[in-house]
């Protein structure tokens, strides 16, 4: 069983940036896909960024891209979530999950192991 638990969050301006934390513990992560998602107050959880098992494949929800950057030290059993240029939109609670498959997924469905999330509060 693989229990993830992710650190970083914060309250932040609008403009500013944070890093966000996952670790692992329980089993390697080095040959599954990692994934970040997010749920903000009175909405559905949603994709922000997928990365493969080695990190040579990312993918991004349109609304992050070019402001946000994961990342995966698998030596560490760690991976990172770095978001810059946030927004009063990105305000949510995020969540990391590990995935059944070593390459990147944007369906939750398609995640076994999740964190219990973490609170990102960006204010205007």
């Known amino acids: 069983q693989v229990q993830l638990v992710e650190s970083g969050g914060g309250l932040v301006q609008a403009g500013g940036s944070l890093r966000l934390s996952c670790a692992a513990s329980?089993?390697?992560?080095?040959?599954?896909?990692m994934g970040w998602f997010r749920q903000g107050p009175g909405k559905e959880r949603e994709f922000v960024a997928t990365?493969?098992?080695?990190?040579?494949?990312?993918y991004y929800a349109d609304s992050v891209k070019g402001r946000f950057f994961i990342s995966r030290d698998n030596a560490k059993n760690t991976v990172a979530l770095q978001m810059n240029s946030l927004k009063p939109e990105d305000t949510a609670v995020y969540y990391c999950?590990?995935?059944?498959?070593?390459?990147?997924?944007?369906?939750?469905?398609?995640?076994?192991?999740w964190g219990q999330g973490t609170q990102v509060t960006v204010s205007s």
């Open positions: 990365i493969s098992w080695s990190g040579g494949s990312t």
């Open positions: 329980g089993r390697t992560l080095s040959s599954i896909g």
């Open positions: 999950a590990g995935g059944r498959y070593s390459g990147t997924r944007y369906l939750a469905r398609e995640y076994s192991y």
